[in-house]
């Protein structure tokens, strides 16, 4: 009996196999559980929308700092005046530069009002010239005709006469015919050289007339072209003083617009001696102190946080899992500060983790070789109560570090292990890009 019962397996080994038996079945039924595959990156946070990031304030001239008028820490608003600049260009160090051109701009002006006068009094001789011209000339025009008609009759008057001569030399010689023959008295002869020498003294009145006549259409003809020629020549006058005009008139307005940029530039050089708070914020990491401190244009001489609720997670990722990742792919988060238990194959198990969608992947590596990914919080699981809200701004700063956990597809356990043995990176099977993009309400 003895020999027997010394052939009975122990109880402690019985329970031991008992217990290896039921780890083998939870074993081989843990093997064909799901496993969710995840991706792990790591970044900080930060603010989705660049207008709202932290930004540096810097100076646009070569200046000397005058008065801070915030301090470090300082919570401004928009518009608030943060520091005065003093000038250090020679350029622009005259107090009354700003008058001065105004002063030249207005006097310009004046000249380009003198220049107009002018134009419109040349234009209005002008005009006047011209009037006179359609005027005077047709008279000129009426006394040469007039003229050229007393020619006519002068001419006329010639012929008579000279037919009157004829007919009173023939009287004549025919008297001395027949006062020869004792025909005649002496008296008829005497009235016909009597009436000779009166055709004689006619035609002579008639030439002479008829010369004055010839002479008086020269005259008005002379007359006619004169007043042309002075009134034509008043208006090309005129006309060349009112190109002068208009030619002065436009360098004066090249003066005048050229003294409106260096009006433009210098109120707004002097607009730069003011640098004021661009966004709702807070002052921090001011690095230009004192009263006396020279600045460079272009120079960070503070920054500012900008007020904002907006936030996000910037992620890096190696670029060996860069082709798993997209956009709406979900994300866990861890930040620090935040103490979180994270399960990497069951999402659901985790805790102090925060759910977030992917929202940018960059198209090009960083010089790292890894790919930025933007996430923002998952606000369809957040309205749903399934999430909690990310911590508030004023404690997730940006700048806090943050680990992610992108989640992939879901495979099996023993999958998993096989493709962790065999060292191959997580199997993406097809991925819904705009179901996920809707699901996220990105």
Not at 182 to 196: F, V
Not at 371 to 400: C, M, S, Y
């Amino acid at each position: 009996m003895k020999s027997l019962e010394s052939l009975r397996t122990p109880q402690i080994l019985r329970s031991l196999v008992v217990v290896l038996l039921i780890c083998s079945c939870l074993s081989l039924f843990t093997l064909f559980l799901p496993w969710r595959q995840t991706v792990t990156g790591s970044g900080q946070v930060t603010v989705f929308s660049p207008s709202e990031r932290p930004q540096e304030i810097n100076t646009l001239i070569d200046a000397k700092i005058v008065t801070w008028h915030v301090q470090e820490g300082d919570k401004v608003h928009r518009g608030d005046l943060l520091v005065e600049l003093e000038e250090l260009n020679p350029s622009y160090l005259d107090d009354d530069q700003l008058m001065r051109l105004a002063a030249q701009r207005q006097a310009n002006i004046q000249k380009r009002r003198a220049a107009e006068s002018m134009v419109d009094t040349l234009e209005g001789q002008t005009e006047t010239l011209q009037q006179l011209q359609q005027v005077v000339v047709p008279s000129a025009g009426v006394k040469v005709s007039q003229s050229k008609d007393k020619v006519v009759a002068a001419e006329q008057k010639v012929e008579a006469a000279r037919q009157s001569l004829s007919t009173a030399d023939l009287n004549l010689n025919r008297r001395k015919l027949l006062y020869d023959k004792g025909l005649s008295s002496k008296r008829d002869l005497e009235l016909a050289e009597l009436d000779l020498a009166k055709s004689q003294s006619e035609l002579q009145a008639a030439v002479t007339e008829l010369d004055v006549s010839r002479r008086d259409i020269s005259v008005a003809d002379y007359d006619v072209g004169k007043t042309k020629a002075e009134a034509t020549l008043k208006i090309q006058s005129n006309q060349a003083m009112i190109a002068q005009s208009y030619e002065k008139i436009a360098q004066i307005n090249s003066e005048i617009y050229k003294m409106d940029i260096d009006l433009s530039n210098l109120r707004n050089r002097i607009d730069q001696r003011k640098i004021y708070a661009p966004v709702d914020g807070q002052i921090t990491r001011m690095k230009a102190y004192g009263s006396a401190r020279t600045v460079k244009a272009g120079e960070t001489i503070a920054v500012i946080v900008p007020k904002t609720a907006d936030q996000a997670a910037e992620i890096f990722v190696p670029d060996y899992f860069a082709p798993l990742v997209s956009v709406g792919r979900q994300v866990r988060l861890q930040f620090s500060g935040w103490p979180a238990l994270q399960f990497g194959g069951w999402p659901s198990a985790q805790v102090g983790t925060f759910a977030g969608v992917i929202a940018v992947v960059d198209a090009y590596s960083a010089e790292d070789g890894q790919f930025r990914l933007l996430v923002k919080p998952d606000r369809r699981q957040i309205k749903k109560h399934h999430e909690q809200e990310w911590p508030t701004a004023n404690v997730l700063r940006p700048g806090t570090k943050a680990t992610a956990w992108i989640i992939l597809d879901e495979v099996p356990v023993w999958f998993e292990l096989w493709r962790i043995l065999n060292g191959f990176p997580p199997t993406v099977m097809y991925f819904d890009l705009d179901k996920s993009l809707k699901k996220a309400s990105i």
